[in-house]
């Protein structure tokens, strides 16, 4: 008896009033073209994809079941391993080199200065560039007889590498490329720094904190959410490198050759997804690389977001 | 007095040097373009050419069919925006100003979406684009846009949660129906914010390479992206014309960019409130 009542009490509870399932069907409707969006374009094709990864699959015959085979065969191909090498390459190395130049650039241009409107439009200029066009502008910069970088390190009396035609320079060239384009990191991390709270520093200095102190102490803390968000956009951007590597590798799959420039150093994971998939159309072991990759980068993004716990600092705002 | 002054000075030379080396690569870019051959192979170059060889340009146009890469790239932008502005402030009022049960799982899974590798749902969309006999035609570049970029519908949600709500929750007393509210007061307000999604838009359409690159084989369906790689392909070491083509692809960016600066910094201080 008690229990019926309660548990009607409960279905009372839970049960919408008229206006409550008016409103939950409105947001419904105007959600409507996400939600759809969501199950026919992500949804559906992230379990799909699961599917295809253990089938073999060349988009003319059928699927053919393989279990785990893709797989297997994956952790035993060296141009897995190469990618994979490269392309961590740039999440631990590029990633942060760019992340401090651009939070050296948004110190720049907090310090004050008259005309800060123009700097900010100079250094974002470039990050307004198609990378097609960038990297082809690149490849005629570093080009190793003509171009301009060479012919002034060689005026400077510096060594000339081959940059893009040597395997050992392919990636620095790279990350000088996007150097270039390190102005739109800097005004994210100029809005952020225009944000912490003046009195912090004005406290500081009373107490006759140096500079090294006052970024140490106060400007970091107050800026690790962003740092922490740039980290996780780079990472997953490195993962993501395609165009670049595409055009700055001369972008030719001939005569049996892959992709991804001198000794394919500049195979990163998603031009090899990319190759297996529409070079060789051997789609069920891309599906295993696209499901990998997905596996990877929650992976680094869960550590990461585990270990800001004791680094980030979220103020008051 | 003096140590004040050289405070001062130090910014500028470092701002001053920074300045240079940013702009210094499209000097380069434009500077290759009007250059003749043997000007560009010449060691050491120079940085301004004998004569502006104008007539690069003229070559470049036609060495590839550029007018139609170029109107195939302005169709496949159009329409993306079309879809944009239609979907992202649709879901955006949904998940910002309606009090419905599930607009918080809605957000949640909108922003974690934002971070999801696109190569993972890459290889399945295709399937699906091929069995609908989509390959080389324009709508895979373009149905998603009719179902809300992420990205878009958070900046427009961040946006409303900004705005007061006492000009909507008054015409709700009037008795205005929820669409109403939402053309008459919503998108009004969103405008600004309308703009920058418009803009990003055509901007993310409009240097996009992998997408034409998988689904547009036809080199008639080509767009600029594609062209100019192309060219690359074809007449690689014909630099003065490839700097020049570039430069015409950029164009439209740069001038975009200067027109609509506000509207690119925006973007960026959206994503500082994304803790």
């Known amino acids: ?317 | 007095m003096a140590a004040k002054l050289r405070k001062s000075i130090l910014p500028h030379a470092v701002l001053i040097l920074f300045s240079f080396l940013f702009l210094f690569p499209f000097l380069w870019l434009v500077m290759t373009s009007l250059k003749t051959p043997d000007e560009i192979f010449q060691l050491p170059p120079n940085l301004l050419p004998d004569t502006f060889q104008w007539s690069n340009y003229a070559a470049a146009l036609e060495t590839i069919p550029f007018a139609r890469y170029m109107t195939n790239t302005l169709i496949i932008c159009a329409v993306n925006i079309v879809g944009q502005l239609f979907a992202a402030p649709l879901v955006a009022y949904s998940i910002s100003r309606i009090p419905w049960k599930g607009r918080g799982i809605i957000f949640s899974i909108v922003v974690a979406t934002m971070i999801l590798p696109a190569q993972v749902q890459l290889i399945p969309q295709y399937i699906i684009f091929t069995k609908l006999g989509w390959v080389n035609t324009i709508m895979p570049l373009t149905i998603g846009a009719f179902f809300g970029a992420p990205f878009f519908i958070f900046l427009l949600r961040q946006f409303l949660m900004g705005v007061p709500t006492e000009l909507s929750e008054a015409a709700k007393i009037d008795g205005a129906s929820e669409i109403r509210i939402y053309i008459r007061i919503i998108l009004p307000i969103l405008k600004p914010a309308l703009v920058t999604v418009a803009l990003f838009s055509f901007v993310w359409s409009y240097v996009d390479f992998m997408g034409p690159l998988i689904y547009l084989n036809d080199s008639a369906k080509w767009t600029i992206t594609l062209g100019l790689q192309g060219f690359q392909q074809d007449h690689g070491a014909q630099w003065e014309k490839l700097m020049a083509a570039s430069t015409i692809m950029t164009l439209p960016m740069i001038v975009l960019y200067f027109f609509g600066q506000k509207y690119f910094m925006q973007s960026g201080s959206a994503l500082t409130g994304f803790k």
Do not use: C
């Open chain 1, 1 to 317: 008896m008690k229990v019926s009542s309660s548990i009607s009490q409960s279905k009372q509870k839970r049960s919408w009033s008229k206006k409550e399932r008016h409103t939950f069907l409105l947001g419904l409707v105007f959600a409507a073209p996400w939600i759809i969006g969501f199950l026919a374009f992500t949804v559906y094709p992230f379990f799909s994809s699961l599917y295809f990864s253990l089938t073999e699959y060349d988009l003319f015959s059928s699927p053919k079941w393989v279990g785990l085979n893709n797989y297997k065969q994956i952790f035993e191909d060296e141009s897995f391993y190469r990618s994979l090498r490269n392309t961590l390459f740039m999440t631990f190395i590029a990633v942060p080199i760019t992340l401090i130049v651009s939070l050296l650039i948004a110190l720049l241009l907090n310090t004050k200065v008259k005309g800060i409107n123009y700097y900010r439009t100079i250094f974002y200029l470039p990050s307004v560039i198609p990378i097609v066009a960038s990297a082809l502008l690149w490849t005629w910069m570093l080009n190793p007889d003509f171009g301009l970088i060479n012919t002034l390190l060689r005026s400077l009396g510096l060594p000339d590498p081959a940059w893009l035609l040597d395997p050992q320079y392919t990636k620095p060239s790279l990350i000088l490329m996007s150097l270039w384009g390190t102005g739109a990191g800097a005004l994210i991390f100029l809005a952020a720094l225009q944000g912490v709270p003046k009195q912090y520093y004005e406290a500081a200095q009373v107490d006759g904190a140096n500079w090294w102190h006052r970024f140490w102490n106060i400007t970091i803390p107050g800026l690790s959410p962003i740092i922490l968000f740039q980290l996780i956009m780079g990472l997953i951007g490195s993962f993501q490198i395609f165009t670049e590597s595409y055009i700055l590798a001369g972008g030719k799959v001939d005569g049996g050759k892959s992709l991804g420039g001198p000794d394919q150093s500049l195979l990163f994971y998603a031009v090899n997804l990319y190759q297996e998939a529409f070079v060789y159309l051997k789609m069920g072991y891309a599906s295993a690389l696209a499901w990998i990759l997905f596996i990877l980068v929650l992976f680094i993004t869960f550590v990461l977001m585990k270990t800001s716990a004791r680094w980030v600092y979220y103020g008051g705002d």
